[in-house]
Each structure stands twice: as structure tokens, then as C-alpha cells.
Nanobody, 121 residues
Framework: QVQLVESGGGLAQAGGSLRLSCAASGGTFSRYVMGWFRQAPGKERELVAKISASSSYTDYRDSVKGRFTISRDNAKNTVNLQMNDLKPEDTAVYYC??????????????WGQGTQVTVSS
């Protein structure tokens, strides 16, 4: 059983930056693909970025490419999401998630509780 705890959300102005962090415990972190998802009010949850277990592969949704960067530290059991040039449409609750399967885009096995990101125009 993997427990995930996010931190780093908050309020930012458009064009600003935030860095989300996720700390994992209770499992072998280096075996899992890590993903960041988000869900805005009235919308479905969507995959924002993911990173393979060894950091060899990353993938981003088109709307965040060039602005967001996902990274992980397997020695510290953490995964981060650096978000630059934030836009109001990035406003959402952001979730950290873990799964053994890199090719999944939904239904990850383990989830954090979420952290709110609000971007003002």
C-alpha cells in the first residue's frame, strides 16, 4: 500500500510559478510510474504529466508542454511538478498518483488527497 501526500499548492498570478511536491511512503517507490492529475470544477479529472519509474520517460498533456516539468527523486521517494507561466485555466485540484503501468492514463492504483492550485488573471 502506497501513501501519497501532496504539498505546494496555493494562489498564483497568471504568468507566475508554483512547485508541487508529492511524498510517498509504504511501498517501493522506484517501481511505480508517477503521475500528476488535475480536476477543475465541473470537469473530468485529466492526466497532466507522468514519469516512468526510472525517469527515462515523461509525457505531458499538450496544454502544459513547455510550461510544466515533472521530476522524481527515487532516493527521497518524491515527485515534483514545476509549473511555470501559469494560466487561469490551470486552476484545479492537483493529485499525485502512482501505478505500475506506464501506459495507463486513468485509474491509477494509488492517489493522494489533492492540493488546490488557483491562478488569478
Amino acid at each position: 500500500q502506497v501513501q501519497l501526500v501532496e504539498s505546494g499548492g496555493g494562489l498564483a498570478q497568471a504568468g507566475g510559478s508554483l512547485r508541487l511536491s508529492c511524498a510517498a511512503s509504504g511501498g517501493t517507490f522506484s517501481r511505480y510510474v508517477m503521475g500528476w492529475f488535475r480536476q477543475a470544477p465541473g470537469k473530468e479529472r485529466e492526466l497532466v504529466a507522468k514519469i516512468s519509474a526510472s525517469s527515462s520517460y515523461t509525457d505531458y498533456r499538450d496544454s502544459v508542454k513547455g510550461r510544466f516539468t515533472i521530476s522524481r527523486d527515487n532516493a527521497k521517494n518524491t515527485v515534483n511538478l514545476q509549473m511555470n507561466d501559469l494560466k487561469p485555466e490551470d486552476t484545479a485540484v492537483y493529485y499525485c498518483a502512482a501505478d505500475p503501468n506506464y501506459y495507463k492514463r486513468t485509474s491509477y492504483a494509488y492517489w493522494g488527497q489533492g492540493t488546490q492550485v488557483t491562478v488569478s488573471s
